[in-house]
């Protein structure tokens, strides 16, 4: 198996569970590594792996019409997504909400999922 990843993917979304957070859409910070054949090693062809660019557009589509209480149902929806529409066979999210605590850089959650 081989791994894709994406780092720092960008995305508006709704999520939190207190007011202020429910009052406009925050930016949501997310590192996902996918599990692949290693199939596009020889063929050389998109058709043997995922397209991490349609990746990146689903779920920045998804996010922004969707609100999220906790930022792992938000994990664990990207991770379904993966698995699901991409058929991937393995995949890590790491979903960080930059400037949530005062004096903290980020926080956030690690899921890892398999098929």
């Known amino acids: 198996m081989d791994i894709i990843f994406i780092e720092e993917l960008r995305a508006e979304t709704w999520i939190g569970i207190y007011p202020g957070e429910k009052a406009m859409p925050q930016t949501v910070l997310l590192d996902i590594q996918i599990g692949v054949p290693t199939a596009a090693?020889?063929?050389?062809?998109?058709?043997?792996?995922?397209?991490?660019?349609?990746?990146?557009?689903r779920l920045r589509r998804e996010f922004a019409e969707r609100h999220f209480n906790l930022l792992e149902k938000l994990a664990e929806f990207a991770a379904a997504l993966i698995l699901g529409e991409f058929s991937a066979q393995w995949v890590r999210v790491s979903v960080a909400k930059p400037g949530a605590l005062p004096g903290v850089k980020r926080v956030g959650v690690i899921i890892e999922r398999s098929a």
Do not use: E, L, N, P
């Open 41 to 57: 090693c020889a063929s050389d062809d998109i058709r043997d792996t995922i397209d991490y660019a349609a990746v990146s557009a």
